[in-house]
């Protein structure tokens, strides 16, 4: 399956959309050129396939994830969302070495959701986002802040702000924007919380968590 997705890419490479999407990511990666919609496209046949499969073929998503191009880690990605409900605690093991190579704001942001995912069925996943929040990889740290996003009534109000003070005074552009979106996106479900938290800890914040944070509470 892997050689033939790869094939099949090179085949609908386009060097034009390569370079701009190479760009958008500040050159990090090489691309084939082909755009979301279309990948999906591509590989709607592959991905029936692997649903239907037993278990998750690591070996395949690590040879997704070994290959330069950026399409084939948003390939691994799809698939494992796609199999979301086979994930569990034990599996982030496996993540991991995914997690932190070729690590960029696209790909943190899916395993944003994929850990969020686990953690709702599993409440090891919160001690583990504690141990995260204070890792010397920034990116580890954005997912512990961010892994909640979408939860609503469900968030864990302690664990969100215990993994935010931990972070507060960080200055990591990537580290500012997570917080300042870890309270937007929980604002439009409890403005009066991220309103407070915002005011007691305003003075250990950064302007641009703040600015994010405050974007949808009412003024006032």
């Known amino acids: 399956m892997y050689e033939e997705i790869v094939s099949l890419?090179?085949?609908?490479?386009?060097?034009?959309?390569?370079e701009q999407q190479a760009s958008y990511l500040k050159n990090h990666f090489v691309f084939f050129g082909i755009k979301t919609p279309e990948r999906r496209m591509l590989v709607r046949p592959y991905l029936k396939q692997w649903r239907q499969a037993e278990g998750i073929d690591w070996q395949?998503?690590?040879k997704l994830w070994q290959n330069e191009h950026r399409e084939c880690q948003y390939v691994a990605l799809d698939f494992l969302q796609s199999r979301q409900k086979e994930l569990?605690?034990?599996?982030?093991?496996?993540?991991?070495?995914?997690?932190?190579?070729?690590?960029?704001w696209d790909s943190i942001d899916s395993f944003d959701q994929i850990i969020g995912a686990i953690g709702l069925g599993d409440h090891r996943v919160d001690?583990?986002?504690?141990?995260?929040?204070?890792?010397?990889?920034?990116?580890?740290?954005?997912?512990?802040?961010?892994?909640?996003?979408?939860?609503?009534?469900?968030?864990n109000e302690a664990l969100l702000a215990n993994i935010l003070l931990k972070n507060m005074s960080e200055k990591e552009f990537f580290i500012k924007k997570a917080i300042g979106w870890a309270l937007r996106d929980y604002s439009k479900t409890n403005p009066t919380w991220v309103k407070q938290f915002i005011q007691e800890h305003e003075k250990q914040m950064q302007?641009?968590?703040?600015?994010?944070?405050?974007?949808?509470?009412p003024k006032g």
Not at 9 to 18: D, R
């Open 60 to 62: 395949f998503m690590e």
């Open 127 to 155: 001690e583990l986002m504690l141990v995260w929040a204070e890792d010397a990889d920034f990116w580890l740290r954005r997912i512990a802040i961010d892994h909640q996003l979408g939860r609503r009534e469900k968030t």
């Open 9 to 18: 890419f090179t085949k609908h490479q386009n060097k034009e959309i390569a």
């Open 88 to 104: 569990h605690f034990e599996d982030i093991e496996r993540l991991l070495p995914l997690i932190q190579s070729k690590q960029w």
């Open 207 to 217: 302007p641009l968590s703040i600015r994010e944070g405050m974007k949808y509470v």
